[in-house]
Every structure is written in C-alpha cells, then in structure tokens.
C-alpha cells in the first residue's frame, strides 16, 4: 500500500512541474497564465460585487434600513413607560410589560416577515387572540374577585352609589366620541374609558371596536384595541396625579377632615353570601356583563368559601400574574407605529383624559350631595367619592394619602375600598349596557 501512495504521489508531482520541465509548449503556458490571471481578476471582482450585494441585502433587513419617525416615537413611549413604572411606582406590574410591548411591536422589520402581532402566523399574532377575542380580562376578572375584600361594601352599601356616580365619566365620553364623529359601537368602546378599569376597556373593544365587525352601511369598524387599552392603563396609572388635584379643587378643609365611623364587622357567612346574590343582581340586570362578572364574583366566593383556597390562591397570584404578562405585552405591541399614530387615537387619549376627569368629579360631588341627608357621624368624607373610579386599588390608596395630609389620624383607605370595588362592579355593568344595545 505504502508503494502504490508513493506511486502516485510522484506522478502528481510530475504532473504539476510540467511547465517548469518545458513538457508544455511556450505559447500553451503563455496563453494558460493569461488565462488563469483572468479568471482569478474575474473572481476577485465577482467575489467583491457578491460581498457588497450581501451586505446590501443584509442591511435592508435589518431595522435601521426600515425604521421610520413613528417607530422612533413610539419606541421612546415605551420606554417612557418603562420609566415610570420603574422610578415612580406608577403600575409597574402594567406598565412595564406594557412599554416592553410597545418596544417589541416597534421594531421595524421588512413587510410579510411574519414577526409582527398583526402579521398572520406570527407568535404575537397568535398571543394577541386573547386580546382580540376577549379572553384575558374575564381571567383578569377572577385574579381581581380572589384577591378582593368586599366587606366595605357590605359594611356600608350606600357607598355603593358612589360608584355608580363615577360612571358618569363612561357616558360623558361616549358623548364626547359621538360628536367627535366616531360611529355608535366605536364611540361605546371609547366611552368605558371613563371607568378606568383596563381590562373591561379591553374586553368591551375586542367586541364592538375590532376592526371586524361590519356597521349596518356594510363598512367596517375601526380597530381601536390597541388606542382604548393603552389610554385606559396609562390613566389607570397616573391616578396618583390626575386625583388629587380635582379632590382639592372640590372639596373644603372641613369637609376633608370628617371622620367617618368605623365599618361595622362583617360576618364570614356574609362574605360568602355576598357574591352569589351579587352575581344574581348583576347578571340579571345587565346579562351582557356576565363574562366580567361571573368571573368576578366567582373568584371571590373561592376566596371566602373557606374550602377552595388552593383555588383562589392560584386565581390571585399564578394565574392573574401571567394573564397580566402576556395582556400587558400584546396590547403594548398593538401600537405599532402605522396603526397607533392615528388622529383617531390622539382624539381617544383626550376623551380618556376628560372622562377620567369627569369619573372623579361625579363620585366627588355625589358624596357631597349625600352629605345633604346624612347628620351627625352618619356623613361621609367627600374624598372618598374620587375612589368611584375602578382602579383598584390605587385610587382607594390616593384618597387615603389625601385624607392623611388633612389629618394625620384619619383613616380613610376602608372607606375608600367600598366605593373603589363599586366602581369595578358599575364599570361591568355600564360595559354590559353599551353591548347589549351596540353589540
């Protein structure tokens, strides 16, 4: 074997010395150099050509070839998001996954790559179903209902009306977007952003202002999920701002320093009876509602049963925690830039911010107006009126802030609770109305 490999390797080389041996004529060696010096020219520049053809393909792909003003706008939003959530405390748990979203559903990428949330296909896409098809609030609904403590409200169930007082702020704004020029259905999802409840804007979008469902005229209606969500979070979380100012504005020094009679204690019995007949209530007077308030109530009565706390542990920590994840994030990267920077949504972010306005002022002005019948240590703190609103429970924890501020000894965060989870319920309730004469 080892002669044979020898063999052959002297022939080989043999083979390669035969222009240096002159076994080739000069003109052949001549013309064969020629030849080959050509060719290597002509790979050397087809290989160059290739390399910057590549390079070329290459950065058109990337997102600094596709970005546009939009993108960078909103992109700087998200990350605005993620800075208050972060500095300020402002809802860290929606507003961080939120501004990652908004990020994410902004980075530009080439048209048909299937990597955005509303290309067909797409990871995202197929995450965002919950959005679209409304099936993370009423999850969101009964993480809220496990983690709830309605005593409050059965302690006190006149503070009820306060709540439903700061649902005028839902109506107003279905009004503001009727004349703006939104058609009927867009303007009912627009309007529950006066509830300030995040997850039942949502729910109520996904069903009236889907970009799907088709007006009587045989158009289409807007997609508005994306604008209605991120408007209903972002006030939800600047509760600590908007509030305090209108609480001041509308209540005296005096009226801020009353001191409201402890809640009476409330039985375990009642605190399981409470969500079935709540439920029953509810549901039968606005049945459309029963997705939100099922799950609601539900998850409470899992809390108070006494015999599913497994259950309701899972409902109120797991559960809610990863519905809240993947809401947060795919609602964030609904904003891409071609669809979010719209006049529509700039015109939705400032009814959102007026009907927040008008939720407080009417929970605020209720509760003064029932002061008008109450006497003696029956009356209640005005302040606690702005907590009508549905954003649990920071907007109970901001009238608490204020009362302490006029009192160091007044302790209003119980108080403010009973109309705070009220104004979850009213919010359901108005939701329910507005689909079932819109839907």
């Known amino acids: 074997m080892k002669k044979i490999l020898l063999i052959i390797g002297v022939i080989s080389l043999l083979i390669s010395m035969r222009p240096i041996l002159g076994l080739t004529s000069a003109s052949n060696t001549v013309e064969t150099t020629a030849v080959t010096s050509i060719t290597e020219d002509e790979q050397e520049d087809s290989f160059i050509s290739e390399g910057i053809s590549g390079v070329k393909q290459f950065l058109s792909y990337t997102g600094f070839a596709n970005a546009q003003a939009g993108n960078i706008i909103m992109i700087v939003i998200g990350i605005v998001f993620i800075y208050l959530g972060i500095k300020f405390d402002y809802e860290p748990l929606l507003l961080i996954p939120i501004g990652v979203g908004v990020i994410i559903g902004n980075i530009p990428f080439v048209a048909g ?151 009476r204690a409330v039985s375990q019995k009642e605190k399981m009876i409470f969500p079935v007949v709540a439920l029953l209530l509810t549901t039968f007077i606005s049945p459309s509602s029963l997705p939100l308030l099922g799950m609601l109530f539900f998850g409470n009565l899992l809390k108070e049963s006494g015999r599913t706390e497994r259950l309701a542990e899972t409902a109120r920590t797991k559960m809610i925690d990863i519905v809240t994840i993947l809401l947060g994030v795919t609602v964030g990267a609904s904003t891409q830039a071609d669809i979010f920077i719209t006049k529509d949504s700039m015109l939705i972010f400032g009814l959102g911010a007026i009907s927040f306005v008008i939720a407080t002022m009417g929970g605020l002005i209720f509760a003064k107006f029932m002061n008008l019948f109450l006497k003696g240590d029956n009356k209640i703190n005005p302040l606690i009126g702005a907590s009508g609103v549905s954003a649990v429970p920071d907007s109970a924890r901001v009238v608490h802030a204020e009362g302490l501020k006029a009192d160091p000894k007044n302790y209003l965060l119980m108080h403010a609770m009973a109309p705070n989870v009220a104004g979850v319920i009213g919010s359901a309730i108005a939701a329910g109305i507005i689909l079932s004469f819109l839907g």
Do not use: H
């Open 113 to 263: 790559n299937q990597t955005g949330i509303y290309e067909t296909g797409s990871v995202l896409n197929y995450l965002y179903f919950g959005v679209v098809k409304g099936i993370y609030p009423p999850l969101i609904f009964l993480g809220i209902g496990a983690m709830t403590d309605f005593s409050s409200l059965i302690a006190n169930p006149k503070l009820m009306l306060l709540g439903a007082a700061a649902q005028i702020g839902v109506f107003g704004t279905f009004l503001g977007a009727l004349y703006l020029g939104f058609n009927l259905p867009e303007a009912g999802a627009i309007g529950i952003i006066g509830g300030a409840d995040g997850p039942t804007a949502i729910f109520l979008s996904s069903k009236l202002a889907n970009g799907v469902n088709l007006l009587p005229d045989g158009t289409t209606v807007k997609n508005l999920i994306g604008p209605i969500a991120i408007a209903a979070y972002s006030y939800m979380a600047l509760v600590p701002v908007i509030q305090p100012p209108i609480m001041k504005l509308l209540t005296t020094k005096n009226e801020r320093l009353i001191r409201m009679k402890p809640p």
